[in-house]
């Protein structure tokens, strides 16, 4: 069984762009969750999605944003990038978003100039 | 928000020694979880703890969810190289406005001397 896919691996964009980061979660999943990762401020919750929908959302500006599809895969956007959006971004995903075992993927790395 | 205290920050110890780290929480947790992660990697799920009190094994390593819901500890027993990463401690209070969501520990860095 294939594990959490995200692509790209790495990015590099320059202040002012926007990205896209895809994940596909494992097959039968149907929640997948989104982290941003960085050495100050650890692992962050950014939004979960669960059948299409946003059931959750952290604390992070309107720049942030994700959408899911019918086959559960899911994206996150950031426009107008930001120095501090430099990050590793991480998926993961699991059956419902309940008490389910979330599995990461090997995350985007993202590198804003 | 939550916020999870993990420590100790980074452990230096010698192949085949014990380690202990530990995490708590300022909020009550229904469900926590131990994670590891090597470089370029994303975390890897080592143990999961769903009920208070509750002591669970896998292989050299062992976790308990303490009895107030606001702490956890993970022993790793006989430490050899491939025990090197970053662990880290995540609880999760699932439904409701915690949908998917894992809050995490600042993260242990370990390092083992052959």
């Known amino acids: 069984k294939a594990g959490v896919t995200q692509t790209p691996r790495y990015l590099i964009k320059t202040r002012g762009q926007q990205v896209t980061l895809s994940c596909s979660p494992i097959?039968?999943?149907?929640?997948v969750s989104w982290y941003q990762q960085t050495p100050g401020q650890g692992l962050q919750f950014l939004f979960e999605?669960?059948?299409?929908?946003?059931?959750n959302k952290g604390n992070f500006p309107g720049r942030f944003s994700g959408r899911q599809f019918s086959n559960s895969r899911s994206e996150m956007n950031v426009s107008t990038l930001e120095l501090g959006d430099s990050a590793l971004y991480l998926c993961?995903?699991?059956?419902?978003?309940?008490?389910?075992?979330?599995?990461f993927g090997a995350g985007t790395r993202l590198s804003v100039l | 928000g939550q916020q999870l205290n993990q420590s100790p920050q980074s452990m230096f110890i010698q192949e085949g020694e014990d380690v202990s780290m530990n995490c708590t929480s300022s909020?009550?947790?229904?469900?926590w979880l131990w994670y590891k992660q090597d470089p370029g990697e994303g975390p890897v799920l080592l143990i999961a703890?769903?009920?208070?009190?509750e002591l669970t094994s896998n292989g050299r390593l062992t976790a308990q969810f303490g009895i107030t819901r606001k702490d956890s500890f993970l022993n790793i027993s006989a430490s050899i190289p491939s025990d090197v990463g970053i662990y880290f401690c995540?609880?999760?209070?699932?439904?409701?406005?915690?949908?998917?969501?894992?809050?995490f520990g600042q993260g242990t860095i370990l390092t083992v001397h052959p």
């Open positions: 993961a995903s699991s059956l419902s978003g309940g008490k389910d075992i979330q599995y």
């Open positions: 097959s039968g999943h149907r929640s």
């Open positions: 999605y669960f059948s299409e929908t946003q059931r």
């Open positions: 909020s009550i947790f229904n469900t």
């Open positions: 703890l769903y009920k208070a009190g």
């Open positions: 995540a609880g999760q209070t699932p439904g409701g406005t915690s949908y998917g969501k894992l809050t």
